[in-house]
Nanobody, 123 residues
Framework: QVRLVESGGRLVQAGDSLRLSCVAS????????MGWFRQAPGKERDLVAA????????YYADSVKGRFTISRDNAKNTVYLQMNSLKPEDTAVYYC????????????????WGQGTQVTVSS
């Protein structure tokens, strides 16, 4: 099992940048594909970015492609989400997640979740 703790969410203005971090503890971090999900009020939780175990393959949702960058540092047990050119529609609770499936670009592949961090983008 793995424990995930996110940080970095806050209130920013449209056009700003923000980096979220997620530190994992427990089972070997490199055993997991990692994903960032987000959930806005009244909406479903959506997968926005994912990275496979060794960082060699990455997935982005169309809504964030070209603006967000996911990366991982297996030596630090940490996954990051760099968010640039933020828009009000990016406002959501962002969740870090981990999964052992090789099908890392699919939401059902993720089994473990952090508590979430709030990102609010004002216009």
């Amino acid at each position: 099992q793995v424990r995930l703790v996110e940080s970095g969410g806050r209130l920013v203005q449209a056009g700003d940048s923000l980096r979220l971090s997620c530190v994992a503890s427990g089972r070997t971090f490199s055993s997991y594909a990692m994903g960032w999900f987000r959930q806005a009020p009244g909406k479903e939780r959506d997968l926005v970015a994912a990275i496979n175990r060794n960082g060699g393959r990455i997935y982005y949702a169309d809504s964030v492609k070209g603006r967000f960058t996911i990366s991982r540092d297996n030596a630090k047990n940490t996954v990051y989400l760099q968010m640039n050119s933020l828009k009000p529609e990016d406002t959501a609770v962002y969740y870090c997640s981990a999964g052992t499936s090789t099908n890392f670009a699919r939401a059902p592949s993720y089994d473990y979740w952090g508590q979430g961090t709030q990102v609010t983008v004002s216009s």
